[in-house]
């Protein structure tokens, strides 16, 4: 693979459902990874870097419209392209 193309810069606040005013898709053209308190997380459904937030599912619940539930846990949180 060819690493010419530049990648955009990753948000401050980042969703991957495409219903969100945060999704933005150019970003998931390209791996994403996660560091949340120094461990890489590959479960991570949002994350805002400035407030110290990701959200991930909270086991098997789904809401009344088959969405996951979300947990929102802070701490030290970082965001980068592999």
């Known amino acids: 693979m060819n690493d010419t ?8 606040h980042l969703s991957i459902d495409p219903r969100s005013k945060f999704h933005v898709p ?3 053209e390209h791996e994403v ?5 120094d461990k890489e ?3 991570v459904e949002e ?8 959200k991930v599912p909270a086991g098997k619940a789904l809401d009344r ?4 539930m979300l947990i ?3 701490g030290k949180v970082e965001a980068f392209y592999r």
Do not use: Q
């Open 47 to 54: 994350y805002c870097i400035s407030e110290g937030w990701i």
């Open 65 to 68: 419209k088959g969405n996951p």
């Open 72 to 74: 929102k846990l802070k």
């Open 26 to 28: 150019a970003v998931f």
């Open 5 to 12: 193309t530049t990648k955009p810069e990753l948000p401050d």
């Open 41 to 43: 997380r590959h479960d």
């Open 33 to 37: 990874a996660i560091k949340f308190n």
